[in-house]
Nanobody, 126 residues
Framework: QVQLVQSGGGSVQAGGSLRLSCAASKYSRSGYSMAWFRQVPGKEREGVAAIDSDGSISYANSVMGRFTISRDNAKNTSYLQMNSLKPEDTAMYYC????????????????????WGQGTQVTVSS
């Protein structure tokens, strides 16, 4: 069983920056496809950014140009750098991973990933 351990997050004022990290507990020689999702109470979990094991990257339109996803294959770790944060970015953020590469239409959906982090709260005040 693979565990994903998240770190980072917290509270920041609008316009500020935060960085989230997600480390997989088990090494994968081929690398994991990894993604970040967020969820607010009463709404579905939505994809924010994804990076496949081959390096292909996807972003939600709402974060394009402000968030950057990256990975360190040697550490089995994914990062989400969040800049120019807005109050509407406030949510619980979850990382996700899968040893397989999800189909393109699943890359930003929860069905594309088998393993999930514990979640970390991001709060942006105006």
């Amino acid at each position: 069983q693979v565990q994903l351990v998240q770190s980072g997050g917290g509270s920041v004022q609008a316009g500020g920056s935060l960085r989230l990290s997600c480390a997989a507990s088990k090494y994968s020689r081929s690398g994991y496809s990894m993604a970040w999702f967020r969820q607010v109470p009463g709404k579905e979990r939505e994809g924010v950014a994804a990076i496949d094991s081959d390096g292909s990257i996807s972003y939600a339109n709402s974060v394009m140009g402000r968030f950057t996803i990256s990975r360190d294959n040697a550490k089995n770790t994914s990062y989400l750098q969040m800049n120019s944060l807005k109050p509407e970015d406030t949510a619980m953020y979850y990382c996700a991973a899968d040893p397989r590469r999800p189909a393109p239409w699943l890359r930003m959906f929860i069905g594309g990933y088998a393993y999930w982090g514990q979640g970390t709260q991001v709060t942006v005040s105006s």
